[in-house]
């Protein structure tokens, strides 16, 4: 019954690599959103899909690439690895303006 | 643009001490403004809201009120607990625009 979920919760890779990390949400939600998380515990949005649309696009390196195959699915790709990437990612979704965001609990990517 | 500042962390104190967590916001029109919480190894969980002026949020014993003269959105609580030890962040959303987190602050309550 986990309303955000992702994976994987680990994941720890080599420079140079491509890797995936998966989100569902279960809650019906319209909008869903990566953010990034630092050593410092910042939180910074990456992207917000509506719908399977593409509606918010920080400035983040084109190597990050979101794909959202129906609402319900946010999945975030990464090319070619590097060391500054290491960070804990979220996903996230939300209905509504002043609906809260509903949080997964984090994939802890670890470049080496 | 919108912003959130919270004091800086970390936090440390006792069982049953009084906690202050103090958030104040530079927002344009009436946001909405949240508290969440940060377990260790843990997602953010929402731990209260309030959607207006002088609402107030309240959750786990937890509380905050939306103070618009002021801009702020205090988080209190009167006995915390040890199990409370976790990174806070204040944030808001303002209508139609994204949300917007505060730096989050460290709070250590100790036996």
């Known amino acids: 019954d986990t309303a955000v979920s992702q994976t994987p919760k680990y994941l720890v890779t080599q420079m140079g690599n491509d890797k995936s990390i998966k989100c569902e949400q279960n809650?019906?939600?319209?909008?869903m959103y990566w953010y990034k998380q630092d050593s410092k515990k910042f939180l910074k949005i990456m992207f917000s899909y509506n719908n399977k649309e593409l509606i918010i696009n920080e400035t983040v390196p084109n190597r990050f690439s979101p794909k959202s195959p129906d609402k319900a699915h946010l999945n975030l790709h990464i090319n070619s690895l590097e060391l500054g990437d290491s960070a804990v990612y979220f996903c996230?979704?939300?209905?509504?303006?002043?609906?809260?965001?509903?949080f997964g609990n984090g994939t802890r990517l670890t470049v080496t | 643009g919108n912003s959130v500042t919270q004091m800086e962390g970390p936090v440390t104190l006792s069982e049953e001490a009084f906690l202050t967590i103090n958030c104040t916001y530079t927002?344009?029109?009436?946001?909405?403004l949240f508290w969440y919480v940060q377990y260790p190894g843990e997602g953010l969980q929402l731990l209260l809201k309030a959607t207006k002026a002088d609402d107030k949020g309240s959750n786990k014993g937890f509380e905050a009120t939306y103070r618009k003269e002021t801009t702020s959105f205090h988080l209190e609580k009167g006995s915390v607990q040890v199990s409370d030890s976790a990174v806070y962040f204040c944030a808001l959303r303002a209508y139609g625009q994204n949300f917007v987190f505060g730096p989050g602050t460290r709070l250590s309550v100790l036996p």
């Open positions: 927002a344009t029109g009436y946001p909405s």
């Open positions: 809650l019906g939600h319209d909008t």
């Open positions: 996230a979704s939300s209905q509504g303006d002043g609906s809260p965001l509903h």
